[in-house]
Every structure is written in C-alpha cells, then in structure tokens.
C-alpha cells in the first residue's frame, strides 16, 4: 500500500496520456457540440442524474439515426456539484470549445452564474422552475416558471372554493423562490398564506405542520423539493392530518412514491406539467408524445420517467429543434427563431420576444397519486 | 391541534436523534481520544443496506438484522484495521482518517444506491398517539424511549458502574489503566461496537420516518457532532444536550422560522465551547 | 540556483503554460483559473492548519465573507472598486477580532468553535436573502471586463504572489515558533512564545489569505452561494490541503489541482468520482501524510540521490571547529547579585488539597539550590507556579526585586530558563534549531545569523557540537536533557529552574552535567534545581529546600538538612 503514494505521479501522469485521446475529437467540424451542466453529485444529485438520463438517450437515439441535420451530437456533461464555480469552470469551458447549446441542468445558483455567460450565445436551456431568464438573453425556460406553478395552485384552491392554504417550505433555494412565488401569487388572489420554513437538516416536520394545518385550513402544499421533502410527507401521516396535501413536482416521481406507499396521506397531490399524465392532455399532439416519451424512457431505463425527466424532455426537444434550424450557430436568428415559432415537445414550448419562458399555468395540472400512478386530481370537498 | 405540545413531541424526538448519535460520538472520544468522523456512516450504511436487502425481498426483520451487523462490522473494523495500527498518530491525524473513512463509504453507497432517497417500512405499526392536541407516531414513541433510554444506559454505565469507569479511565491514562488491569485494547473495541449498535439503531428507528440517502452519514456525524460537542463530551451530559437541542430546534421551527435556527444555535456552540475550555490551557496537552 | 531551484521554476512555468498546452485532458483554462483563486485561499489554510496545526473546520467562513461584506457595501451604494477591498479588510478584521475567541480554544474546542463559526456565516447568509441574496446566492457583479486569458493570468499572478509571500513569510524564526508550537504548547510558552498572540496572528494571516482568494473566486463566478461558507466547503477545503500536502509550500495548489483535475476528468463517470475521491483521501492520510507534495519531494530526492536539509552555512562550520567537546561557555556578562528569587508564602490549592502550602524560601544569583522531596510533596506545582504555568493561591513571587506573581508564562520566560522532567523537544527539528528558538524569543533583537553563531557555541559548549545538524529524534534519549539543558541556558536568563536533570544521564554524564551548572553558577546564575539523586545534590547544591505534603520542612546546607531527623523521617521513610 505504501507504494501508492510513490506511484501517485505516475498514476497520474498514465492516467493523463491514456485519456488524451479521448479527449481529442475525430472529426471536428461534423458534429453539434453540445454542453450539459449537472449536479452528478453533491446535495442535488438526485435532479442532475435524472435530467442527465434524459440527454443521454436523447443523444444515442439521435446519433443512432445518424446525427442531426446530417452531424452527430457531441454532449459534454460536466458535473457542478452544485457549486457556482463549478459550474462556471464547466460552462466557460463548453463555450470556448464551440457549444451550440448548454443545457443548464442545475440548480438555482450555478444557473444564476452561467446566465452572464451566454450574453452573446450560446443558447442556455433551463429546465428549473425557480430561474427565470431575462427575454433579452439567450436563456430559455423550458418549464412553468415557479409563480406559473404557484398560479396554477392557486387555480384550484379558487376552483375548490378555499380561499387559505398552509405551506411548508425548506430553507435551501427552491424553497426561498416558492415562498417569494406564494407571497405573491396567493396575495394576488386573495389566498391567505400561512406559512413555515424547515431545515435542511430536520428529522421531523411535525411542528411546521402543526403551525399551517389548522383544522381551518383545507390544503397544504409542500414545495420541498430535495430529499428532505419526504419528511414532511411522513410527518404529515403521522400526525393524522386529514387535509389533501400538494407536494412538489420534484417529488413526482417512482422513488417517491416508492417512499410514501406505505406512509400515503389520505390525499396525495402534487404539481406537474399535464405531460405526466397523457390522458388528460388536450392537445392531441403534445398527448402523442407524451406517451411515447413516457414509453420510451421505461424501455431505456425499466423504470417509469417522473417530472423531472419531463422536463429534460422538454429541453432536448427545444435542442433538436436549434439543430434543425439553418444555422444554430447563428445565436440571433435561433433567438428570433424560438421566440416566434412554437416548439412542439410532452408540451409545446411558446417562446414570446416577451418572454422566455415556454410553458405557463395552463400546462400545469394538479395531479394525484392514486394506487401507484399520478392521475388528475380530484376535487377537493 | 396545539401548537406547544406538538412542538414538544418532535422535540423529544429530534433530540433523542441528537442523543443517539451523541452518545456514540462521546463512548468513542471518552475511550480512544478519537472524535470519530466517520460515526453518522454507521446510520447511513444501516438504512441504505436495510433498504436495499428488505427492496431484494428478504423480511424487514432480517433486512434489519443483517443491516444492524454490517455497520457493527464497519465500526469495529475501523478501529482494528485502521485505527489501532495507528494508536500513536496525533490526534488530529486520526480525525482526518475517519474523515476519510467517511468520504469512502460515502463514495461506495452513491454506487450502491444511487442518489434517489431510500427508506424502509416502520417496526411500530399502528395509529399515532394522540395527546393534549399533539399526536406521536409509535415508532417515534419508540424512537424517544430507545434513544434517550439506551443512552442513559451507557451515560450511567460510564457514569456510575466500576467497568464504566474502567473504560473512561482507559483514555485518560492508558498506561495507567493498564496498570490497574484494565484491558485499554477490549475497552476501545466495545466502544466502537457500542458506538456502531447506536448509529445503526438511531438508523432503524429514524429512517423510517424519513429517508436515507448516499450522503447522510456526514450530517448525521455532525448531529451528533452538535450534541456531543455541547455537552462537553460528556456520556450523562449528551442526554440533556440532545434534548436541549431537539427542543429548541421544535420550538424555533414553530415560533420563530427555521431560518434562524442555524446562527442562533451555532453561536451557543462557540460560548459552550469558550465555557468548557476555560480551565483548560495549552492545548490540554500533559502538565510539566 | 540549485538544480533543484530550476526544477521547481521549470515545473512552475510548465503548469501555468498547461492549460495552454491542452495536453492534459480537462485541464481547461476555466477550471485553472478556478483552482488558482481556489489554491490562493488554501495557502490561508495551510498556514493555520498544515503549519500552524489548529484544525480549522470551518476557513470556508472567510473565503465567503468578504464577498458578503462587499455585497453588502454595494447594496447600501459604496462603488464596486472601493467595496472589493473594504470587503476585503472587513473578511480579516472579522478574523482578527473572533480569533481573539478561537485561539483561546485548545484542541478540539477550536475545531468545535471554527466549525460553528461556519455555520453561523452559512446560516446567516440564508436567513436575511434582502442582503445577501439568500439561499439563491448573492450576485457580484465585476467592476471591470477581465476576458478568459486576463482572468486566468490573474489567477496566474495572484498565486504566485501568494506563493512568494508564503515563502518570504514562513521561514527562519516564525516557521520555527509555529512548528514548537504546533508541537508543544507549554514548551513553546516556556520559551517565550505568546502562544495566544501568535495563533491570533497565524490565523488573522491565514485567513487574509482565504479572504483574498475568496472574494477574488465570487467575483470571477459572479454568484456567491451561502454553502460557499459553509461547513462542507470547509471539510472539502481541509481534504484539498490533505492530499496536496499540508504544510508544504506547494501543497495547497498540488491539492487544489488534484482534486479539481481528478473530479473534472472522472466527472459524469457514473458517480464513480466520489469514491474515486473518498479513497484518493482515505489512502492519503493513511500512507502518505506528507501527500503529493511529500510524493514528489521523495521522488526528486530518490533521483538526484541528495538528502533534503539545509547544509550549513560556511561561517557555522568555523565556530564548529572551534568549539570541541571541553569548550567552555560563551563569555557574557556576569549576573547581578543578591537575590534573584524570592518565593514568599506561596500557596496552591486544588479544589481542598493543598498542593503547595505557605512556602518561603530565596534562591540568590551564583547559588544552586535543590528542591526535595517525595513524589506528591509538592515540587512540581511550586516549579510551575514559578514559571506562571499554575496562577498562584497565594503568596508571591519576586524576580530580582519585581513581582512576577500575575506575569504570563512567556513574560517570565525572559527572566526564566527552564527544563522539564521529560524534556520537551521537536524531534522533527534538528537540535540547533531547537536551541536557535530559546534566543529567538530572548528581547533582544540580534540577527537570524547572530542566532545561529550563538546556539552553535552553546551547543559547543555542552559538548554537542556534532548534533548540531542533525534532527533531535535522530539522537539518543540520554544527550536530550542535555540538549534541554543548553536550550533552557541559553542567553542570559539569571534564574534556571531544572526538573530532575540527572535522571536518566550515565555517570560520566552526569559529572558533565555537574560541571556546567558549575560553570553557570560562576556566571551568576541563579539555579533551582528539583532532583533525586542525593549524591548529586550533595555535589552541586549549596543549600537544599525540602518539601513535602505541599509544606516546606527544612532548609539548609545539604549536609545539616539530610542529617536531619524530621527529614529523615518524611523523605527517606517515604522512600523506603
């Protein structure tokens, strides 16, 4: 063993000449180079895998035809661990090496320091709710944006006649974007907010329940959506409540409900893009490929696609409509293009000059777990 | 519901995690002069190989006792393999080698479970109970009895029992405690498997009523961390640090935002710290 | 310049042309320019723990601070070119100021506090987002347009600035205070280091350090996140300074690189790099404490075949020659005279034992005076209430005149020489350097040189001229009083205090022995000596003090004591 730290240079120095060619492209000039940008590791793995699942088929599935518009896809994947300056390292690094596109499948913050980066181009896809970029940059919002969520929350507490709602929300990011939403969204709509933020690091979610799940109150949403969001589902079992509870659409998901099924609340529901249930989606198009998306990725993977990898969906689609266009690199006339053409994907992406975020309340549905599939919900009494 | 008496129930229960996993932080330190980085690791690797064996079929039952068996593994082997090779390394060396202990099983659970959360069914099946306008999970009845009562066990044990005393003599003063015919060698080991027996049940009984994930270990070494390091690493004192911490954790979580909970609990880390070394100088090194 | 010093210059330039070169896969000049800023607020670290030995867990708290204060400044309309560096000097004095707090802290509480402290900045930063951004991170915007090179060559530059200031800074007698420090406290205070100061000043620098690196990073990420501060960026950075080398020059960037390199290039690998990087970790502290900078250094020495260490320089090597075994001491002024300690109805209570118990006697210059007494009557406390080691019950202590009785242990140690029952050496040290420390901390201000000269002749002077140049832990445990005892010696302190200095010595030894503490008698010193050896005492002692149950008994010539029934009785009944 103690000849490891002798031979450790030269581990290293092989290591570097076996990777070299690796790293050296055949063919330069006939392939998309694209980025992606994701936390393979770190505190929010769990989203950066799943969005990475998707890229990846996307990419094999696309190179297996032969490549787009006549050239393969070239992905670089970089994990940012969730940490800003990792992700900056990464995205600097795509773009130097002639990125057409970065998929900034991140969280909050290193998304908020790749957005300075792409000022003049490349195409930045985004498929977090919680950032939303500017219609005068090259960022592209793939989902719903948070307040669209929170809107379409709204929607069905107006719809079910409840006019207050309790809300739990952890200290990390997405739980600060979700409160800012609801402060505004619910004061907008006359919905009286009564709210509770959790630690990071809590065991137990029984007190912030037990502050917002009066027996006044008719809902309770749960925008958790880290690991720690299954501790509010349980706590809120445990404590007998008897209200529906609305969870994150990052935890609509096959591992969740694999979590919960034993510690179901009596009503389980969530946000999400219709796309997670075709049945109910309208559009007979978007419906299409829903389901095949949602087919496809069980056969890749043997497990059935959640949210998240909804969403990645919807980023890869955006993706392979850039390549299609005359020229992708061309970062003006792709902008002019996304921003005037709607891009048909689980739900048809409308970019506005106004705005760049391609999906709105009306495609976010609030779903409910029933057995062990997501089904539109039900109204609550 | 009332707002007080549930703030107190999770309190019980947040801390008799804090306790938990306390305790075994202080057996280990009070034995072996080692403030074990690597002890949150035998909750993770218990929940991850529980979830993972009860997912693959086998009875929960069994799931848990092999589960429980693999961390007693891990928590002795660290210390006969790793540790007690290298009994004369300083102190802060050895700190960082169960640091590294810990970024290891870290780097094998992330292949072994993936990053999505993992869980496993509750022991105590049934409905909560209800009183005073709270409501108490069985397995959380559970958690606080085990947890407080098992580490007021070993806290008495250590405190008040001939062969206690024996092992916290045995890191005070090893040669000493050699002397007077206590077997330092025996001691350390029942430390570390006492330590291990308490991470892995703090696991059994907590995951249930959350989840578990690669990375759990390392926020659990620093709950207990908290805990331990509160009471002065103290076996009898990491009882009311524990709950100290839980309560005051419910209650800022219910009445003033979880948000301050942090700063608030942290700088009453440093004054304890500050309080507890005030008779100690120059490192707490030997006296000339 | 050595061969050695074109190597390094070389290497240097070839890493800093590497991202260039692209021939190392993933080694961009992003991710250099990360993990220059990164090394830079690692150096701060290395200082604190690798050097100095306090186990910070929580220095990410200051790379993230001065972002913070700048932050901040700029929200309430301080311009960007000013905020950066006001940012800045808020970080340090931040650092200045909880250092008083910390250093004060031995061992584990001061991980315990810094680790605290790091979630008190984390925790902060999330609980007030209208000033800090929240949990989203904070925004920095650059006060000027630095393109990828001009980033990178400010990575570049900065570093080597820090590099250079390390190199300037950490050496000679600063590097020597930190390592006995890092080594042993007491012993270091017993020297004359101010141990509380000099911790407050390595970690006020050090984090100088994180903080520059750190608001340098945030500016150049534009996003400043509060886990930046946080508790797990602080075990990460520990691990970077690990693996690289903790207290060498180059570890913090070895490490920074390494780390960063190893992630990037197995990064998307099916999250094999957390082991990958678990384990680079693990088997790091395990077998190579010294990590890649020590795996390099023992290369380059197995392939040039010279022994690492400094060579004596040439003027040391005269004064070698001159000083044989039977030299005498260096010639210096004679001590003054009359009394040189008083000890005056001092007591020390422990809780109800009376450890030391109304006790009065006077040793004078040029007189030696033993101090005995069965195990537990007391001699060890009065020892350390003399050096300022216990605080006194009661009583006083008087040093030529002065009361000394509230005086901190470094104070007295000008005044005061003194050796311990176990001697208290750096074993990693060589012996000259060992000495070179007691003049170091002497007021008086001669050059590093005048030092050296000194400490050579005094080691001459006892007969240890040939370990000058070799480490102490080299030499056999029998010469190490003897090398304690030159130490303790050297310059002029009037008044000696000896532990127990001929347990242990062979015969010849101890006639040795003898004979200096003679000759240091004829110079004026004062000499209080604890010993057991009777034969010994009734040799050199010119009167003997003797204690037992914390109270003293007699006191006299030794003849006239030893004869003594009640001392009989209490010393010689104890023994037997």
């Known amino acids: 063993m103690r000849k490891f730290a002798l031979a450790r240079p030269a581990a290293l120095a092989a290591a570097a000449v076996l990777l070299a060619p690796a790293a050296t492209p055949a063919a330069a000039q006939e392939v998309w180079r694209i980025g992606e940008v994701a936390p393979l590791s770190g505190p929010a793995a769990t989203v950066g895998t799943r969005l990475n699942k998707v890229t990846k088929m996307w990419v094999e599935e696309a190179n297996a035809k032969g490549g787009i518009a006549g050239r393969k896809i070239e992905l670089t994947t970089c994990n940012d661990e969730n940490k800003p300056e990792k992700a900056v390292a990464c995205a600097r690094d795509m773009i130097e090496k002639g990125a057409v596109i970065i998929f900034g499948n991140a969280l909050t913050a290193s998304l908020r320091a790749i957005q300075p980066l792409v000022k003049s181009g490349p195409i930045l896809l985004i498929p977090s709710p919680n950032v939303v970029p500017g219609a005068d940059t090259y960022g592209f919002q793939v989902s719903p944006s948070d307040v669209d969520i929170t809107e379409a929350i709204a929607e069905f507490l107006k719809a079910n006649k409840i006019d207050k709602i309790g809300m739990v929300a952890a200290t990390d990011a997405s739980g600060e974007v979700g409160v800012a939403s609801a402060r505004k969204v619910f004061g907008d709509e006359k919905i009286e907010l009564r709210l509770a933020r959790i630690d990071l690091r809590a065991t137990d979610a029984s007190t912030q329940l037990a502050r917002v799940a009066g027996s006044d109150i008719k809902v309770v949403y749960s925008s958790y959506t880290g690991g720690g969001a299954i501790t509010v589902v349980k706590s809120f079992k445990n404590l007998g409540l008897a209200q529906p509870l609305i969870v994150s659409y990052g935890n609509i998901s096959d591992a969740f409900v694999q979590l919960v099924k034993d510690v179901k609340p009596p009503r389980l529901l969530g946000t999400g893009v219709a796309g997670i249930v075709p049945e109910i989606v309208k559009d007979p198009g978007d419906r299409a490929r829903s389901q095949a998306f949602l087919e496809a990725y069980a056969k890749r993977y043997a497990e059935r696609p959640d949210m998240i990898n909804l969403l990645g969906k919807a980023a890869v689609d955006v993706a392979e409509a850039i390549l299609k266009t005359p020229n992708p690199k061309d970062y003006p006339a792709v902008k002019t293009f996304l921003e005037s053409t709607p891009i048909p994907s689980v739900h048809t992406q409308r970019f506005s000059a106004k705005s760049h975020v391609g999906l709105d309340a009306s495609s976010v549905i609030i779903v409910e777990l029933k057995g062990e599939t997501w089904v539109k919900a039900d109204p609550v009494k | ?288 | 310049m050595t061969p050695r010093h074109g190597a390094i210059a070389a290497a240097l330039a070839l890493a800093a042309a590497l991202p260039y070169l692209q021939i190392l896969p993933a080694w961009t000049t992003a991710l250099a320019t990360v993990t220059a800023f990164m090394a830079l607020s690692l150096i701060g670290l290395n200082l604190i723990f690798g050097v100095g030995g306090m186990l910070a867990l929580g220095q990410a708290a200051f790379v993230a601070l001065p972002g913070y204060a700048a932050g901040l400044l700029i929200k309430f309309g301080v311009p960007t070119m000013l905020a950066i560096p006001a940012g800045v000097v808020a970080a340090i004095a931040i650092a200045r100021l909880v250092a008083e707090i910390f250093v004060r802290l031995p061992g584990i509480y001061f991980a315990i506090g810094t680790l605290g402290f790091a979630f008190v900045v984390e925790g902060l930063a999330r609980a007030f987002p209208a000033y800090t951004g929240g949990a989203s991170g904070l925004v920095l915007d650059p006060p000027v347009s630095l393109g990828r090179d001009g980033w990178y060559a400010l990575g570049v530059a900065s570093l080597a600035a820090g590099i250079l200031a390390f190199a300037f800074l950490v050496r000679g007698r600063f590097l020597r205070s930190l390592r006995l420090m890092r080594h042993d406290e007491l012993a270091a205070q017993v020297l004359g280091i101010d141990v509380p100061r000099l911790k407050a000043r390595v970690f006020t620098i050090g984090s100088a350090y994180s903080a520059v690196g750190g608001i340098l990073l945030a500016y150049f990420v534009r996003v400043l996140a509060p886990e930046s501060g946080g508790v797990n960026a602080s075990l990460e950075s520990l691990a970077m300074v690990i693996i690289g080398g903790s207290g060498s020059l180059f570890g913090p960037v070895l490490g920074a690189a390494g780390v960063q390199w190893l992630f990037a290039v197995s990064g998307g690998a099916a999250h094999y790099e957390l082991l990958v990087y678990g384990l680079g970790f693990f088997l790091v502290v395990l077998f190579a404490p010294a990590g890649m900078a020590g795996a390099i250094r023992r290369a380059w020495s197995a392939a040039t075949r010279s022994r690492p260490g400094e060579a004596a320089p040439a003027a040391d090597s005269a004064s070698q020659a001159a000083a044989g075994p039977g030299a005498e001491l260096p010639a210096r002024q004679r001590q003054g005279s009359g009394v040189c300690l008083e000890v005056e109805r001092v007591a020390k209570h422990f809780g109800g034992l009376r450890a030391v118990d109304d006790v009065s006697f006077e040793v004078r210059f040029g007189q030696i005076v033993a101090l005995i007494g069965p195990n537990g009557a007391g001699k060890s406390t009065l020892f350390n209430l003399v050096s300022g080691i216990e605080p006194l019950s009661g009583g006083r202590v008087r040093l030529a005149g002065r009361d000394i009785g509230d005086a901190p242990i470094h104070v007295r140690a000008n005044d005061i020489g003194r050796s311990f029952q176990v001697p208290r050496l750096v074993g990693d040290m060589t012996t000259l350097d060992n000495v070179v420390l007691r003049f170091d901390h002497l007021s008086d201000r001669a050059t590093e040189d005048e030092h050296r000269r000194r400490a050579r002749a005094q080691l001459a002077a006892f007969g240890l001229a040939e370990f000058a140049d070799r480490p102490v832990r080299e030499i056999g445990i029998g010469y190490h009083k003897l090398i304690e005892l030159a130490r303790a010696s050297a310059g002029d302190a009037p008044l000696l205090l000896l532990d127990e200095p001929a347990v242990g010595l062979t015969a010849e030894e101890v006639a040795r022995l003898a004979a200096a503490l003679q000759r240091l008698k004829s110079l004026g010193t004062a000499i209080l000596v604890v010993e057991h050896n009777m034969d010994f005492v009734a040799t050199i002692a010119d009167e003997v003090v003797v204690m037992e149950g914390g109270r003293l008994i007699a006191r006299g010539a030794p003849a006239s004591v030893m004869a003594d029934p009640g001392v009989q009785a209490a010393y010689f009944g104890a023994l037997s």
């Open chain 2, 1 to 288: 519901m009332n707002l007080f008496t549930q703030s107190v129930i999770s309190g019980l229960m947040t801390g008799a995690v804090y306790t938990f996993l306390g305790i075994g932080l202080v057996l280990v330190y009070r034995t072996a002069r080692i403030l074990n980085l690597a002890h949150g690791e035998t909750f993770a690797i218990t929940g991850v190989a529980a979830a993972l064996l009860a997912g693959a079929g086998l009875p929960l039952g069994a799931a848990l006792g092999l589960a429980i068996l693999i961390s007693l593994a891990f928590a002795t082997g660290l210390h006969r393999f790793v540790l007690r090779p290298r009994a004369e390394w300083p102190a802060g060396t050895l700190i960082l080698i169960t640091l590294g202990a810990a970024f290891v099983v870290r780097g094998v659970l992330i292949l072994l479970a993936g990053t999505d959360p993992l869980s496993f069914p509750v022991m105590f099946e049934g409905p909560p109970v209800r009183f005073a306008g709270g409501a108490m999970p069985l397995q959380g009845i559970a958690l606080v009895v085990l947890g407080f009562g098992v580490s007021a066990g070993v806290g008495i044990f250590l405190a008040a029992t001939r062969a206690g005393k024996q092992l916290l003599a045995a890191a005070e003063n090893p040669y000493a405690a050699e002397l007077l015919g206590v077997n330092v060698e025996r001691a350390r080991i029942t430390a570390y498997a006492i330590g291990g027996l308490l991470g892995a049940l703090a696991g059994v009984l907590l995951i249930p009523l959350i989840a578990v994930d690669f990375q759990s270990g390392l926020a659990m070494t620093l709950r207990g961390f908290i805990a331990a390091a509160i009471s002065g690493m103290s076996p009898v004192g990491v009882l009311f640090s524990g709950l100290g911490l839980g309560l005051f954790e419910a209650m800022v979580g219910a009445y003033l935002g979880a948000l301050y909970q942090d700063p608030v609990m942290f700088c009453v880390l440093i004054l304890v710290a500050l309080w507890q070394s005030r008779n100690i100088r120059f490192g707490g090194s030997r006296r000339a």
